[in-house]
């Protein structure tokens, strides 16, 4: 079906165009994403992403006085 690879290919350059905006040491949390399932479709529900210290984002425990 002509639909479907287009449809691929679509989400194939979405997915590169939208990583490129994201931190060299952001990190894909593979283990955490969430398939979903349209009639017999599947498709990406939710794309997980860790940015770490990418934007400062300090640990939880440190205390800052």
């Avoid at 990583?19 to 955490?32: G, K, S, Y």
């Avoid at 994403?33 to 940015?51: A, H, K, N």
Wanted: proline content about 3%; some cysteine; glycine content about 8%.
């Amino acid at each position: 079906c002509l639909g479907a690879n287009l449809a691929r290919q679509e989400l194939r350059c979405m997915y590169e165009a939208a990583l490129d905006f994201l931190p060299e040491d952001a990190r894909l949390l593979v283990d955490q994403i969430q398939w979903g399932r349209v009639v017999m479709f599947t498709g990406v529900e939710s794309l997980p992403v860790d940015f770490g210290s990418a934007h400062g984002v300090e640990d939880a425990t440190t205390e800052n006085h």
